[in-house]
């Protein structure tokens, strides 16, 4: 037989059936709404950031290509070969120091060429749209202005040189593509470090060079051809396809993040959706027998409320397409300055369409079970009492859900930033879930097995776990995912807090000083010593050079020659600080070999840090290549070192021995400690008056951004957590809801029976709390175990919960389920028996 | 032979039952409660199926088919009236009736449904849902939807057993008066002596077995 309804048939009735308001779908559409609008908020939002830097690439990065060399111009040489290439803007960037009568300030110089910008446009604040500062000018970034207490019109000194401030920066347009700064930036003209004497040798500067490109080509292949022509000039260059590469990078990742607990909140809305698709067709239960009774066909059952759940299914996804749209300004405005760009309305269809597939899908894979189950409801129900639900025809569950499955994985792998982590967290979620079932199927069992208690209402409760139709699978799954999410939620908010609380190392120095002169240190120390008595003072050499060649002196590797750099081997990246000393640092220690002995003349030495030296393979007596200021020079290896990074000092991953290194033209590097709890007023101007060309980084205001930066990472995460634990809630509340009408009956007849209202509340709590009891252990070591994956292996934060606000987050949640579940049979209890009888 | 549960726990409910009922014959089914009336009348109407023995309706060998068969095979050709009128809460009189021919695909199923619910007397209250009519009129509705496809076989299950005597009486009349129009058969389940004599046979059933088969 195999006329089955048509669909439009199908329809008519369903349509009937299903009453306007989803009556009794609420469930499904909740779950559906939370999961679908977490995923499409997620989406829209990385999804325009992402678009706004790709687009806006040439723009960001001020041209085509970007080659930067540390302390150092570029060649004729190299410059000829740029020039090739295009249209060239040169420019420079480095710590300064800035003053104005009294007021000093730390800042980002930046010298620009007539030519900057090649790519958009400088605007000021007051809206006038200017080039580069004309001679004797500078523009000021409005921290500086405000440290500086100076406007438009005023002068400033930067290394001696007076300049006049021609206006307050608004908007720079390759503000993204310089990274990080350690000030306020002031713009300036290309000339005036070199006649204020910030370039003298071994000064810490960076000289940049920037293509505009006129005909399109691919800037990546004219990097490859710059690379292979100038191996060892120790370039770092960057292409406007990749102009940002640590805002990509941390928006991809913080995106997939994201993703994920959209993804886990979906997962935990498909058991509510399992649930609230089960209590509606059990619900149905006489209306689908009474159809099979009319002659409906098992298939046209599966039509019709296939029909019905499908439009529940996409009235509650385009219900969080919506609201998921809407909040995506409201993220990005929470998230403020951890994004790259703000995002202010968008719609991307794409990442819409990803989120309404993945809610169809996961509304497919756990409503057909109860689907299958509700299909095979025999006609016969009508004459017969309750029966158990019949179990699912697996034949009739297994394609539906295998396609759903399959489509889920491969559409989060495939658009995966990192493949292993999302396939983790894929693998975790199913682990899960057959854990949860599991727990669930032998809870039943035990309840079942378990001795009768003497005592009628212990009974009764015992009973309520096994007897058929018990929602104990349901209760067990959605309690153990609710409060494994509050439990995850506590674990990596105080690990996130005490990770903040730690980050701002309480050794951490309270100034950096760059670039002070070998020969005026004791001038230095007496300035400090002046303006902040008892101030600690500690300094090193400070170079910068780029590792060329490493391995065993026979077949030394090149770094040239490699195709990927090792995991764990960032300092082969570019250029790298270096120092040299007689002593091993403070808050090192060896880890193997040997130290070499104050005044050592021998052949030259290095000392490696150990993650380095494992990454390369590196064994004590290695040779180790390096170009310092354009010269090559080959070194032994002679120990290697665990540093501290806690500490927030000098650390060095390559410390060589004074002979090796010494003779290059170099500056120190100073740390200053003020006496606890003083403030020194007088220091900073001070500084500048004594050392010109040094420039000082203020720790506080550093501290301060990474501690701003830090906390909104954490309200990222949390927000998402959030929906992961909202959905908790809803399926909780709906299984509860589940089992309360399958219990009502019970109630009653107990009632009838003479049971108290108290003996009756008892009963709920002793079977509610054995649940949660045993779920709050299971939610424990679930919940706990994710956050650790969450915290240590994603973020790669240290692993601090507090326990005690943990356990107390965890009672929290199981009052809530305790009280909801009491709050739930109330309306019953106060009913009077003969009344709620007439109402069965 | 119909035998319910498994193992230690079956229970043989209908046991060597041989009847032929003629079309057009009106017969009524007899017997205490737990005799096996209801049970008779689920394997006769292809609500279930029996555990042994052969049935057949209008030619078709019931025995034969699965669960998905019997519900095809009741299209159009078995109307049924319960006890408990188990009317779909969800749709109105006019759309409880309309679904057996929706479901056989009937395309004017809706007037085909206006008609009957007023040859029923309810034309007045074709919008009106379940739980807004009486029980009388729900189960004059319930009358509608099992004739309304026009079948050669009506079962009716204790049909006035849930109406008051004076309600009851009519809603009889009602059904008699529209069997005699389609010229369908007619099963009554019923312990009520009265109505089972309006039948033109009466079955006693005792103990799952018949006891009596006469003409009344």
Redesign the interface.
Known sequence: ?N?T??WS?AW??AK????ARFRGLRLLLACLFLGVGAIAAIGTLTGSIERELGTRGREILGGDIEAEVWQRPFTREEIKAFAALGRLSFGMRMQAMASAGANSAPVELKAVDAAWPMVGALILADGRIARAPPQGSTFLAPGAAERLGVRTGDSILIGGQKLVVAGIIGEEPDRLAEGFSFGAAAIVPADLPARAGLTAPGAMYRSKLRVAMPNIRDPEAVVETLNQRFPDAGFRLRTRDRAAPGAERFVSRMGEFLVLVGLAALVIAGIGIGGGVASYLEARR??I????????????IARIYFLQIGMAALAGSMAGLIAGVLVTPLLGQALGSLLPVTPGFVFDPGALLRAMAYGLLVALVFATPPLARAR?F???A??RARVAPLAANVRAVLLPVGLGLTAIVTLALASAAQLPVTALFLAGAAAMLAFLAGLGKLIRSLAAKAPRPRRPLLRAALANLHRPGAQTGALVTALGFGLSAFVLLAVVQTSLEANIARRVPARAPDYFVLDVPRDRLEDFRAVVQRAAPGAEIRAVPALRGMILAYGPATGMTRVADLKDVPEGAWALRGERGLTYSDEVPEGNSLTEGKWWPRGYSGPPLVSIEDGLAKALDLHIGDRLTISLLGVERTVTIASFRRIDWESMGFNYALVFSPNAIADAPHNLAVTIDLPSGRKASALLPSLVRALPSSSVIETGTLLREARALLSQMSIAILSAASVAVLAGLAVLFGAIAAARASRTYDNVILRVLGASRRQLLLLQLGEYGLLSLVLALVALALGGAMGWAVIVQLFEFDWLPDWPRVLAVLATGVALVLGFALAGSLPLLRAKPAQALREL | MLTLGEGDSAVAILKGIDVTVPQGQTLALLGPSGSGKSSLMAVLSGLERASAGSLTVAGEDFARLDEDGLAHARRGRIGIILQAFHLLPTMTALENVATPLELAGVADAGERARAELEAVGLGHRLSHYPAQLSGGEQQRVAIARAIVSRPTLIFADEPTGNLDAGTGAGIVELLFARRAETGATLVIITHDPTLAERCERVVTLADGRIASDRAA
Do not use: E, N, Q
Not at chain 1, 16 to 19: G, N
Not at chain 1, 289 to 300: R, Y
């Open positions: 037989m006329d309804l048509p048939f008519r009735i009937r059936d299903l009453s006489t209306s027998a009474t159809l099979k009774v009319l002659g409906a066909s098992s298939g046209d095979d025999p006609a016969m009508l004459m």
